[in-house]
């Protein structure tokens, strides 16, 4: 799947400079236009500042706040702090995966689930807990943790 | 000496700013060390020379701790010795293990280590390493299961040759060493030159073997194989069997070759000199017509530049000569000419080149190539593939008796030697030059260089009325600083420029055996300057073999019908 970069120009008339140390907001920018960063997008900030795709690429990797696959319609947010990971996050995450089919920090081929495990969200009176786009659940189980899937598969299916 | 430091109770000299590591080094102190790189700046990245100073609480890393006057220096206390050995544990626990089937076993510094460590039982059980190889690329190989992460590769392809086809992925325990997506080097910005081999401590980069391939070629009725040879191999080759340039080397490879069922053994010496005749050619074409082509003429027979050049400096593609490589000219010549001259079809023919470079594979492999639609160079072996074939078929090379050169292409001028390395060919072209247009024959002729020698250099000569200028540039970062210090200065002094991707030319290459410094790279070159020495023809016009190659009206190097199946071209990225 390629992606039409046609509009990064605008992006990069931010930073005119083209300067290496521009990299960073560069990519923040164009995360915050495409959504994530693409094969393509590196690509052209490779272009636009000089630099090898691979550099980009590994710098990117060193901070976790960029993304490198789009996210599906529903972006599941796991929280694996210490409080979360005492009450069972482990199990939580494991069992997520089988049921949404999708494995941590990936979207799945239809585009419907995304996962990502983050660190404390801070609401660790309420552990474990999962965000569904805006939405929080808290106190999950493994058997409310269906629901919530089951209900939000049903939910997608209405709204197409 | 600037001041003392004292190091295990003994006083040792030190200069003011310099790291410790070199202060003991100098001093014969054998420290431990997998990252370190001279001439790069220190990253304390394996921890492994670690030492011990009074007064610091912690132990500290010697590669990037400056000397101090006065310092108490402890290289092996027991607590030293006990971290070193903990970090080479560690280390191991989740290398892959497998030194049986490794082919750096017995070459790679992190099996060394563990050996000078005395590391005898497993105490840490980790989990492996477990990634895909990545075969993608026609020239380099990477096994990223056995990387260190040492970042030696990364800072060579990043800082010598400006491409940055590799990079460390992602942060903590789940770094590795890949190119960006995962996607392999046959789509990244590599350029195929494989110094990240030279430099990798262990076997998560290697060279893309044709070994498989030549063995089967070699059992098979229907392949005549035939092996030529690149002086520079020679070179190397003797200085891992300690062998003379006297000793006839090349006479022994050829007996060997012969005893694995080579059918023919060529000198690829022979493509040297019509490598540098055409360049000469070119040079001379250009200066003639001055307002036509651009200037300076720039060396096209090293691929990695090519490639280079290809991808990041397509402006430099109109001022390559246009000669294809040496490889590539023998490898024509065999599937064209010697091939009508035996009658035989060229499916029947199965073409080796012997090679110092692992780039050569990758040139080898493209459709530019290729005549009519077969390669033009079925295989290449790299000087370390060479050696170990010769092993796997119980062969000892000093032993062999000498064999002569297959003919037609035996014989290697003088000039043909300086192809392996840095300057060489500058000069050889330099040479060729005087020989066309002055009149007079200057075979010995040497450029005459100041003394304090740096890795980049130039020089100017005065043939007839005209002053020419010379240049040689190894390694991709000179040659691109160089280049572009000719652009923005409007320099018009310099006439041709040799570019080689690795740091001492030829000699310096990546399908080298592994050089532990730049120490091995100077041998090779002593060695090919002997052998200039020694050769009796001195000349690239007057090799026999063109004589014999192309009947009594000799080589022209302007010919149409020789620029047909000798010229290069390049394939500029859009």
Redesign the interface.
């Known amino acids: 799947m390629f992606m039409d970069t046609t509009d990064i120009d605008k992006v990069f008339q931010k930073f005119p400079n083209q300067k290496r140390e521009d990299l960073i907001p560069i990519l923040q920018a164009v995360q915050d236009e495409f959504g994530y960063l693409s ?1 393509e997008v ?1 690509n052209e900030v490779g272009r636009y500042l000089g ?8 710098v990117a ?2 901070y976790d706040n960029f993304r ?1 696959t789009s996210r599906g319609r529903h972006h599941f947010r796991l929280c694996h702090g210490t409080a979360c990971h005492v009450a069972g996050a482990s199990t939580i995450l494991k069992e997520l995966e089988k049921l949404i089919k999708v494995s941590e920090g990936e979207t799945g081929e239809d585009g419907l689930f995304s996962l990502e495990v983050v660190s404390c969200m801070g609401a660790c009176g309420l552990a474990p807990l999962i965000q569904v786009n805006d939405k929080f659940y808290t106190n999950i189980t493994l058997d409310s943790l269906k629901e919530i899937v089951v209900s939000i598969r049903k939910k997608d299916k209405a709204s197409i | 000496m600037d001041f003392q430091i004292e190091v295990n109770n003994r006083k040792i000299g030190a200069f003011e700013g310099e790291k410790l590591l070199g202060a003991l080094q100098r001093n014969g102190f054998r420290i431990p060390t997998l990252c370190h790189m001279n001439r790069f700046s220190p990253t304390g990245a394996c921890r492994l020379c670690v030492v011990e100073v009074e007064g610091k609480g912690d132990l500290i890393t010697s590669c990037s701790y400056p000397v101090e006057e006065g310092m108490k220096v402890k290289t092996n206390s027991r607590r030293v010795i006990h971290a070193r050995k903990s970090l080479v544990e560690l280390l191991l626990s989740n290398h892959p293990d497998d030194c049986l089937y490794c082919q750096r076993n017995g070459d790679c510094e992190l099996q060394w280590l563990a050996g000078e460590m005395n590391v005898r039982e497993r105490r840490y059980f980790g989990e492996k390493n477990r990634f895909f190889p990545d075969y993608s690329s026609s020239s380099v190989a990477r096994d990223p299961a056995k990387c260190v992460l040492c970042s030696r590769c990364v800072r060579i392809c ?1 800082e010598v040759q400006l ?9 903590g325990n789940k770094t590795k060493v890949n ?3 995962g ?1 392999g080097l046959n789509v ?2 590599c350029i195929h030159c494989g110094q990240c081999i030279q430099v990798c401590p262990t076997a998560a980069l290697l060279d893309i073997s044709h070994l498989e391939k030549i063995q089967a070629a070699l059992a098979s009725d229907r392949k005549k194989v035939m092996f030529f040879i690149s002086p520079s191999v020679i070179a190397s080759v003797a200085e891992k069997l300690n062998m003379r340039p006297r000793d006839n080397v090349m006479k022994k490879i050829v007996s060997a070759l012969k005893r694995c069922g080579a059918d023919r053994v060529f000198d690829l010496g022979f493509a040297n000199d019509i490598n540098i005749l055409e360049d000469a050619h070119r040079l001379v074409q250009v200066l003639q017509a001055k307002s036509e082509k651009p200037l300076p003429v720039i060396s096209s027979c090293c691929p990695s530049w090519v490639r280079y050049a290809e991808e990041f400096r397509p402006g430099a593609l109109d001022n390559m000569s246009l000669s294809k490589s040496p490889q590539q000219v023998l490898g024509t010549m065999l599937k064209t000419l010697y091939a009508e001259n035996q009658k035989t079809d060229i499916e029947g023919i199965y073409t080796v080149a012997v090679m110092p470079c692992v780039a050569k594979k990758y040139e080898a492999s493209l459709e530019k190539n290729t005549h009519k639609g077969v390669s033009e160079v079925d295989s290449v072996l790299t000087v370390r593939e060479l050696l170990r074939m010769l092993r796997s078929f119980g062969l000892d090379l000093s032993q062999m008796e000498e064999e002569e050169v297959d003919s037609p292409y035996d014989v290697c001028s003088s000039a043909a030697w300086k192809l392996g390395y840095s300057g060489g060919k500058a000069e050889a072209v330099a040479r060729q030059v005087f020989n066309m247009t002055a009149g007079s024959k200057k075979d010995t002729f040497r450029f005459n260089l100041p003394k304090n020698q740096s890795i980049r250099r130039e020089t100017k000569i005065t043939i007839g009325k005209e002053q020419l200028g010379f240049a040689w540039v190894s390694s991709i970062v000179e040659a691109e600083k160089y280049l572009q210090e000719l652009e923005e200065e409007g320099r018009d002094d310099i006439h041709y420029v040799e570019v080689m991707a690795c740091l001492g030319g030829c000699a310096g290459g990546g399908g080298q055996p592994i050089s532990r410094g730049f120490e091995n790279v100077k041998a090779r070159k002593r060695f090919c300057v002997e052998m200039e020495k020694l050769s009796p023809v001195k000349s690239p016009a007057d090799n026999p073999s063109l004589g014999k190659m192309f009947g009594d009206s000799g080589f022209d190097p302007g010919n149409a019908a020789a620029r047909d199946w000798l010229k290069n071209s390049f394939d500029e990225k859009k």
């Open positions: 094969s590196i630099m090898s795709e691979n550099k980009i690429y590994g990797t060193f490198f | 990043e491409v940055t086809a590799i990079d460390f992925i992602s942060r190119s960006a997506f996607q990244s910005s």
